[in-house]
């Protein structure tokens, strides 16, 4: 979904940094041999994602939901020299695919894979992060920000993709199967109203929030 019109969005993306190559081979590999390729978060959104964390120039990083790595790579960008990007996805398919283009980035000893359940793994990670993108299950969306945030350090952010679920947050009627959208729209409020973060919701791509703990 384009939340400006298309022409216009193509003027931003024209604008705005190239693609890294390594991401351009990583993001054709996917749609390649990958299932739902379009769950990456692509050229644009992968440079806003790498802008943020050269503003914030994390120590450490949490990601939930690694899929082929390329938003891992783009966080990776603004990471200090000695810090760690630990990185959770659950499935073990593309474990490799994700080495691969981790160790080809000049990142790889910086980045640790989790193969599991994130809700398993959160708790058992004794780290402080600066950074934390959550990009996975968003039925889960709630639960990933209550085992985070005393993980978070004063100052930290947690960025949300997939916030406007293609403007579906604004219905009010949702069909049995769809569990994604009451979620996202509990979520929502759940920031909105947590005084511990302090919360903007950027209309990129699919609607990427951003939240700073106080
Ligand atoms: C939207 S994709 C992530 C895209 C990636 N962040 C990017 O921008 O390239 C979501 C990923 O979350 C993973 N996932 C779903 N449920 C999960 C869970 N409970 N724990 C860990 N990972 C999960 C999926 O396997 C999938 O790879």
Known sequence: MHFIPEELDDYVVAHSEDEP???????????QKILQPRMLSGHYQGRVLSMI?????????????????????CLAEGIQKDGELHTIDINEELVDFQRKYFDASGYGKQIFQHLGDALEIIPKLEKTFDLIFIDADK???????????????????????????????LE??????????PALIEYNALLKNDTR????????????TISRKV
């Open 197 to 208: 973060v302090e919360t903007v919701v950027l209309p990129i791509r699919d609607g990427l």
């Open 172 to 181: 009010t009627t949702f069909k049995k199967e769809d569990t994604s959208t």
């Open 53 to 73: 964390s050269k503003l914030v120039n994390p120590k450490n990083i949490l990601e939930i939901g690694t899929y082929t790595g390329y938003s891992a790579l």
């Open 21 to 31: 190559a390594l991401l351009r081979q990583l993001s054709r590999e996917t749609y």
């Open 139 to 169: 039925e889960n969306y709630s639960n990933y920000f209550n085992v985070i945030i005393d993980k978070l350090s004063t100052g930290g952010i947690i960025l949300s993709d997939n916030v406007l679920w293609s403007g579906k947050v």
